[in-house]
Structure formats: structure tokens, C-alpha cells
């Protein structure tokens, strides 16, 4: 597997994107994006699972799940179509229709996700407007990729994308993303909105498998605020064109694509992790030799989960003892007596809790290691030997500025 | 039953109460307390569920479920004493001790309670000192409880009490009582600390079974930050001075009592969230016509519970989208298209969202109803008859201040 030095959902042969501004909640900026393939695509999704679910999210999912080749997806920053009743549904569906006029395509071949406020109806001419204006825009060059996801970002301070090659029965195969946070953002599913583009050749059951079980330890293990949105998509579109014999069972080249896939996400997670509303760090909590996985993954997010942990974090505060807490209260059972606690960053390793006793720890070395952009609470479990990592970031005075006053 | 115009844990007959600075954390102000009744006392306890329980949890526990009686409890407000292994327990009982040779009652009659850092070991010398400070000053005037009550304070900007007295097989009864939060305060059992003093007197088992039922919709339908605390300790000591013949049963006296003891924590627990770390209001959330009690339970605690949710109180934005997200993640089952949305103040009140369309209401109303000292959000889920309340604050920029560098 090769990191590409630049490049997104444009990356892999035949997709396409292109965005712009729409006008439907911000002003000057890009705030619509599309990404098209040339042919159909094999298409897998998870969708958030609040039960509070946007319009867009059913539409997609009854794509995904129809069996049906998705083609395009459209996505707006401005108004998440969620709590909108059967208006909401209706943009879903004369969206993908001005899709179909636009391009040619089958509506129902066109994904939609929305991201923004709660509560407030799509403009759906503008919208429409927004995707004339895009059709004869759509480009497969890096800079078009790049201008899709700074068109999806809502709080978010960075775009994020990435893409790999890797190597699948004797293809070079690429695999592309993006996605955005930054708030609202404790995935149970996957995250706010990410879009994956491959031109591999894959069975569409094991294309969804593949995605259910890389978003387990990757988008469903970051947390900025324990909110959990109404909108969480993932989409991941594969179009074939890289022309390699199609993955049909679990073997070598399945492997190869996997390990990129959990590669992709994992950086796509973490960036929106370190990027969440009001930010200045990245907050890893790893937790190893647990009793079980379900135990590590519950006790490293509720580490990074923590308001708490959270505010410790911003102010560089090694205030083990509500990691500790949150720990204590996840669900997750265990004996503090068994529990060894560190704090890791570039510039150090400090033990401050062994064995249910709070050692004697040099507060200077403290602060340095906190003051690093990624900061590790590391915990060695002695109970088990099953391991998890989660992701979040520090509360800020930004984080509640931002969410103060964010509608109006 | 009558509301007190003053009194706390001193205002039941027999109870006295004394505090001092005792130097443990603060400096220059009152950090010790100590509540001591004339004689043994029937008692009852609920506690943490966190899985790291501090010591003084551990100890009394202990006492609470022994059968034996309670005649003192001893509060510092500077060290949790959380996460300190055998140390610790250690520390819980030579401060006993130290009661004992004070008072000369048993060590093992003596409660202790402990807030502040957690992974610090207590000063047993400092603690001991304050006991044999206090024990000549215990007084049982108003004064006396209400300087206890601030003895007990951490973040807390206003101390909590309360008293009230009612009638039960012809006598007068008094229950007092008096808490602290403000922060770690998502209590699953109970809050941070609260002490209640009754001279009624009672059998052991009916009285822990009217706590164990009173806080369920009381302390456990608070929460500040979603952390629930390694020390969170509520002690309910009766001491049968008022001359009752002694409730045995579930009888008519028995519910006189219970109705008393409902005020007294539901006042307690609301004054604990609005006094929330950082709040500058009561954020109550009111779900009516659930289809089951718990339902309301965890669709009203999710919203109060929620970071953005909080925020948009904060900032006086009616972004009701938020609140019903919340409940979409909080695990309850529902169809949005049932749900009725209200805003409610001494203001007024607004209707926003109805059976699953967004209204067009009056902003202006909206912001009036928000800027309010107590809001409330009305939920008619319309699909049942079971209603619960839950209380939180909102989430400021104090709140990060206060958490960011409390340790230091």
C-alpha cells in the first residue's frame, strides 16, 4: 500500500467532482458538492443509528441496501434535512431527479446527504440550481476533489482527504476519501459524512462487510461531543475500473483492500477527531490488555468522552483521576488494583498510577508531555489481553462559542 | 408538610453540626464538617455506581448495610480520596478514630465523606487536628448547619440547604438536609454528597426504601457533565427524637414522610444542577406521554444531558433540532412524527415542532422564553401516559475555565 501525496474522492479511476456555491446557508462560500462515477458503482453504507434519522439518511440507505448500482451523491453543508417530515424526503427525491436531468443517470442511483441545522426544510430550487451549475463542472482532477471537501465542511477549521494505491490480483488499485466533522460527532455507525471512492472490482456483500467491520475501530471510536447526529453517512462506491478480476471471496486481495480501507478511515477518523468544533489537540486514549475488546473500546471512549478528561486536556492538567472515573462508570468491569496509567506524547512517557496507588510524578514532565499537539492516555489493563484505541479532543472556550451561537 | 424559612441538617431535634479549615486543599476558608447527632441513629445510604468507588464510599457502605447505627459523619471538601488503595481506607478510619476519642462514640458508627482531587492521599494529621477542632464547637443552632453546608463546598457558588417539618402519628417531625455538586455530577445512585437529618423515628429497611425509591426521580435525574462521580454518598440518619411511635409499615405516617422527603431532595437536586459548574441557568426538560416511565427517564436525562443541547441554552438559541437529536441517540424508542416540541419559561411558551414538521414560530418569543434564569424544554411524546423530569444546567465558557485547571 502506497500513500499518494495528494489527491481525494477524484483519486481512483472515473470518479468525478465538482462543487459550489449555493447560497443555501452560507454566503461566499462553496457550501454543495457532487462526486460521479462514469459507470455504476458497487456501493456499501452505514448510517447513524439514532433513531431521529435524517431524510437523506433513509434515502440512502434504501439505495444501499436495494441492491440498486449507485452513480452520484450529492451533499450540501448548510441544512441537514432532518426533522422535516415528508417535505424533507421530497428535496431527497427532486435532488436526485435534477441529477437526472442533469447527467443522465437514473435518480434513483443518486445518493444525498446533508449536513447543518436541524429542523429547517431544504430550498429546493437552489439546490436544483446548484446542480446544473455543477454537471459541467465535474472534473477528475486533484484540485477538484480537494474543492469537494472544502465544500462539505461546516465547523470544520481543515479538509479532510486522503488516498492509497495498493495492489489486488496483479492491479494497481486506488482508493479515495473524504469526509467532515466537526461537530455533533460520536458516531454509532460511522461519522458526520464521509465519501470513499474506489475503482476496485468487489462482490457488493463483501464490500458492505468490509465497510461494517473497518468503521467498528475507526469512525464508531472517535468522539467530540457525545452527540451522536441525525445524519451520519459513510458511503463507499467502487466502480471496477481498475479492471482487476472481481473480489468475490476473502482472500489475498481482499486483504490488501481492507488493510488500505482501515487505513483510509482511520486517518479520516482521527483528522476529524483532532479537528472537532473548538479543538487545539488530538486526544488518544489507548487501553491494552483488557478482559475483553468490547471492554477496551468501552473504556477508551469513555476516556476521551469525558468533559472532564476533556477540559484536563485543554489545560494540560494530569488530573488522572477522571480518566479514572470515566473509566469507572463506562459499564465496563474491572478492578482499579489491576490498573497501571500513562500519559504519552512526543516528548515523553510518565506513569502517574500503578495498581490502584497514585505515584509520585514530576509535574513539569507532565505539562511538557500535555502541551503536545497528540496527547496519549495510555492504560495497561493487566486483566486480559485485548486492545482498542479511541479518539477525541480537548473542550475548549471554543467549543462552546461555536455552539452558542451556531444557528443564528 | 411545611417549608422552613431557614435550617438544614441542625434543624431536626438532637443534630448538631460544626465545621472548620482545616488546611487540607483551600486556604482560608472552612473545608471540614462534621454532622453528629445526641444519639444513635437508624440509617440509610446510596452510592456511586462507579466500578472505582472511593474509600470513603467503601467505608460507609460498610455501615449502611452492617445494621449498625450511625451517630457522626465527618466531610472534608479538599481530597476525593478516590483511587488511593489501602492508604485510603486507612485514612476513613483513623479519622473515625479520631471521632471516637473526641466524642466517645464508636469508630465504627462514624461516617466519612471526601470531594475534591482524586489520586491524592488524604493528610490524616490534618484531618484528625480538624476533628478535635470541631467536636467542642457542635452546636445545633441554623448557623451551625448553614456553616457546614459551606464547609462542604467545592466549585458550588451558593451552599444548599433545606428543612421541613411535618406531622406523623401526632407528632411533629423535622428533616433537614443539605448537598454540594457542582461538577462530576451525573449521579447514578445518588449526587456528589448529601446529608439529611430526621428525628422521626423509623424502621431501618422502610427508611433505606423510601431513599433507594425518592432518588430515582430526584439526585439520579440530574447531570451537570455526564460524569458520574467515584464518591457520590447520600446518608439519611434518623435519630427518633421527635417521640413518634415508630413507622413500621407503609402506612398514612409513612407517606407523610416519604412526600417530605421528595421536597427536600428534588429541592436539593435542582439547586445542585442550576448551581452546575459554570451555569448561568436551570435547563429542565419535562417528557410527557412516554410509552413507559423509563422512557421518560432516558429521553428527558439525554436532553438536559446533551453538550449541544446545552449550548444552545446557553446562547438562547432555539435549536430545537438538538433536543430532538438527543433524544434520537439517548436508546429510547420513537416515532418522530408523534413528537410535539415546546419552549417554556415564565416568559411564555412556544410550540416548534409538531408531529414531525418543523413550525415557523416567533423568534423574537423564542429568545425571551431562553434568556429566563429557569427553561424548560416540553416534550408530548404522544404515545403513552408516563411523564419524568430532569434537570441539568447549561454549558459555558466558565464551565471549561473552572475544569481546566481545577487540579492546580
Known amino acids: 500500500m502506497e500513500l499518494l501525496k495528494e489527491g481525494g474522492v477524484t483519486a481512483a479511476q472515473g470518479f468525478k467532482a465538482a462543487s ?50 449507485m452513480q452520484a451523491v450529492v451533499v450540501n453543508s448548510g441544512i441537514a434535512n432532518a426533522c422535516t417530515g415528508e417535505e424533507g424526503f421530497a428535496a431527497c427525491r427532486k435532488t436526485a431527479e435534477a441529477v437526472q436531468e442533469a447527467l443522465g443517470i437514473p435518480s434513483d442511483t ?36 480537494t474543492a469537494a471537501s472544502k465544500a462539505i465542511m461546516t465547523t470544520d477549521t481543515i479538509n479532510k482527504e486522503i488516498a492509497v494505491t495498493f495492489e489486488a490480483a496483479g492491479k494497481k488499485i486506488t482508493l479515495g476519501g473524504m469526509s467532515k466533522g466537526s461537530g455533533m460527532i460520536h458516531p454509532n455507525m460511522c461519522t458526520m459524512l464521509g465519501f470513499l471512492t474506489t ?31 441525525t445524519n451520519d453517512t459513510l458511503l463507499l462506491m467502487a466502480n471496477g475500473l481498475a479492471g482487476n478480476e472481481k473480489i468475490t471471496e476473502k482472500n489475498a486481495d481482499y486483504e490488501e483492500f ?16 483532532s479537528d472537532g468544533e473548538g479543538a487545539t489537540k488530538l486526544f488518544e486514549c489507548k487501553v491494552v490488555n483488557a478482559k475483553s475488546k468490547e471492554d477496551a473500546r468501552t473504556l477508551s471512549k469513555a476516556v476521551v468522552g469525558s468533559n472532564l478528561s476533556k477540559a484536563a486536556i485543554f489545560g ?44 509520585n510524578f514530576d509535574e513539569e514532565l507532565a505539562v511538557k508531555i500535555m502541551k503536545e499537539k497528540e496527547v496519549t492516555v495510555f492504560v495497561d489493563m493487566h486483566e486480559g489481553s485485548e486492545e482498542a484505541t479511541a479518539w477525541g479532543c480537548d473542550l475548549t472556550y471554543d467549543y462552546v462559542k461555536i455552539n452558542a451561537d451556531y444557528r443564528s
Open 258 to 273: 481492507y488493510k488500505a480501507l482501515e487505513y483510509v478511515c482511520t486517518y479520516l477518523a482521527k483528522t476529524m477527531a
Open 110 to 145: 443518486v445518493a444525498v446527504a446533508s449536513t447543518g441545522v436541524i429542523g429547517m426544510q431544504l430550498p429546493v430550487e437552489k439546490l436544483a440550481a446548484g446542480v446544473k451549475a455543477m454537471a459541467p463542472e465535474l472534473g477528475s482532477s486533484v484540485e477538484s476533489g
Open 199 to 229: 475503482d476496485l472490482s468487489i462482490d457488493k456483500a463483501l464490500l458492505q462487510e468490509a465497510l461494517s467491520s473497518v468503521i467498528v475501530d475507526t469512525f464508531n471510536m472517535i468522539t467530540v461531543d457525545g452527540d451522536t447526529s
Open 20 to 69: 459550489t456555491a449555493a447560497g443555501i446557508k452560507y454566503q461566499g462560500r462553496t457550501d454543495m458538492a457532487m462526486v460521479y462515477s462514469e459507470v455504476p458503482c458497487v456501493c456499501a453504507g452505514t448510517f447513524t443509528s439514532n433513531v431521529v434519522k435524517a431524510a437523506c439518511v433513509l434515502w440512502d440507505k434504501e439505495i444501499t441496501e436495494s441492491g440498486r448500482p
Open 316 to 359: 494540560c492538567d494530569a488530573n488522572f483521576g477522571r480518566f479514572l472515573c470515566a473509566m469507572g462508570y463506562s459499564g465496563a468491569k474491572f478492578d482499579q488494583t489491576d490498573v497501571e496509567l500513562f500519559f504519552e506524547s512526543v516528548a515523553g512517557r510518565l506513569r502517574v498510577f500503578d495498581h490502584g496507588v497514585p505515584l
